[in-house]
Nanobody, 127 residues
Framework: QVQFVESGGGLVQPGGSLRLSCLAPGISLDDYAIGWFRQAPGKEREGIACISSSDGNTYYADSVRDRFTISKDRAKKMVFLRLSSLKPEDTAVYSC????????????????????WGQGTQVTVDS
């Protein structure tokens, strides 16, 4: 059973930065689009970023565009999400997953198309 592993979350002040990591064991990042999602208490899961399998095409939700950057290291089977200019409303559990139905990112991301979810990593933005 493949399960991704997220890390890198923590407590950060508004305006600060974090880099989240997603380890994707057992798969090739050339075979799947990989998405980052977040879920805040009482809110639905939100797809915030995605990177396509082979051409590097990326997608960002309006709420994070120009502040977050997704990238990947195929050899290490890692996908990263750089968070900058963080706001209190970015507080959430951040998770990554593979899109089993597509190799390219689409807008909006559809959580039911994704699998191999990790446990997530908590990001808290607070002064």
């Amino acid at each position: 059973q493949v399960q991704f592993v997220e890390s890198g979350g923590g407590l950060v002040q508004p305006g600060g930065s974090l880099r989240l990591s997603c380890l994707a064991p057992g798969i090739s990042l050339d075979d799947y689009a990989i998405g980052w999602f977040r879920q805040a208490p009482g809110k639905e899961r939100e797809g915030i970023a995605c990177i396509s399998s082979s051409d590097g095409n990326t997608y960002y939700a309006d709420s994070v565009r120009d502040r977050f950057t997704i990238s990947k290291d195929r050899a290490k089977k890692m996908v990263f999400l750089r968070l900058s200019s963080l706001k209190p409303e970015d507080t959430a559990v951040y998770s990554c997953a593979a899109n089993l139905m597509r190799t390219r990112c689409v807008s909006p991301q559809r959580p039911h198309e994704f699998d191999y979810w990790g446990q997530g990593t908590q990001v808290t933005v607070d002064s």
